[in-house]
C-alpha cells in the first residue's frame, strides 16, 4: 500500500511539470520612459522601444510587446555602464528590427560573429548604431551588427538612425533590411560603400547612409549621400 502512495505521488508530480517545448516569456520590470519612445501598432500588437534613466548618467535600450494593452514581454537589451537607447523599430511578420544605439566598447550588445560589424571598434564615446532583428514572438535577437564610422585612426565615430525621419527602417518583401542613418565624418574607404569603392561623400560630417542589409546583417549595399 505504501508503495502504491508513492507511485501515485510522483506521477501527480510529473503531470505538473510544464513541457519544455512551452514559449517561455521574459516580462523585466521596465523603468519606462515615454517621452523617449517609438511605437509600432499593427492590429492588437504594439510594440515600444525606448530607453530608461536607470541612473543620473546612465541609459539602458529596452523593447516591449503588449497585446490588446497587455506585456507579452518586455526586456532590457543592455545593462552596462556605457549608455544605450531603443532609437527606431519596424515589424513585418514575425520579424521585427530595432535600431539601437550605443556609445563604447563595454556594451552588453553582442552582434552576430559573420555580420557587416561585431563589434563597436576602438575607442569610445561616439553613439553608433547597434542594428537588431528579433523575434516578435519572445524578443529574442536571431542576427545584428554594429554600424559605425571611422577616422583615418582607425577609431570608432558616429552613426546614428536618420534625423527627422521617423521611419528609418524598412523591411523588404526579400526580407533584407534597409536601414538610413545620419553619418559624422568617415575615413571614406568602401567599407559604407562595397560595391562603389572609396566614396568622398562618407567624409562629410553630418551627411547621410544608406545600407542594404540581408537577414544575418551583413551589409549588401550601402551608399553615402552629401
Known amino acids: 500500500m505504501h508503495k502504491f502512495f508513492i507511485l501515485g505521488l510522483s506521477i501527480a508530480i510529473f503531470a505538473c511539470k510544464k513541457s519544455s517545448s512551452e514559449p517561455q516569456f521574459t516580462i523585466e520590470s521596465i523603468k519606462r520612459n515615454a517621452a523617449s519612445e517609438k511605437t509600432v501598432v499593427v ?6 522601444t525606448g530607453y530608461a534613466q536607470v541612473s543620473s548618467n546612465n541609459q539602458d535600450a529596452y523593447v516591449i510587446k503588449e497585446t490588446s494593452g497587455k506585456t507579452v514581454w518586455a526586456k532590457y537589451y543592455d545593462k552596462s555602464p556605457d549608455d544605450s537607447r531603443g532609437e527606431a523599430l519596424a515589424i513585418e511578420g514575425n520579424t521585427l528590427v530595432v535600431a539601437f544605439s550605443c556609445t563604447g566598447g563595454n556594451t552588453e550588445f553582442t552582434a552576430t560573429q559573420s555580420s557587416f560589424q561585431n563589434s563597436y571598434g576602438s575607442g569610445g564615446g561616439p553613439k553608433i548604431t547597434f542594428l537588431a532583428r528579433l523575434n516578435a514572438q519572445n524578443g529574442n535577437i536571431e542576427a545584428a551588427t554594429f554600424i559605425g564610422c571611422k577616422l583615418n585612426d582607425g577609431k570608432t565615430n558616429t552613426l546614428r538612425p536618420e534625423d527627422n525621419n521617423p521611419n528609418p527602417i524598412s523591411i523588404l518583401a526579400s526580407g533584407n533590411i534597409q536601414f538610413r542613418a545620419t553619418k559624422a565624418y568617415d575615413k571614406g574607404d568602401g567599407r559604407l560603400t562595397p560595391n562603389i569603392g572609396a566614396d568622398a ?26
Do not use: A, H, R
Request: proline share 3%; hydrophobic share 30%.
Open 201 to 226: 561623400d562618407c567624409n562629410i560630417s553630418g551627411g547621410k547612409w544608406v545600407g542594404l542589409f540581408n537577414t544575418q546583417m551583413q551589409l549588401l549595399e550601402g551608399d553615402c549621400l552629401p
Open 43 to 48: 492590429g492588437n500588437d504594439t510594440y515600444i
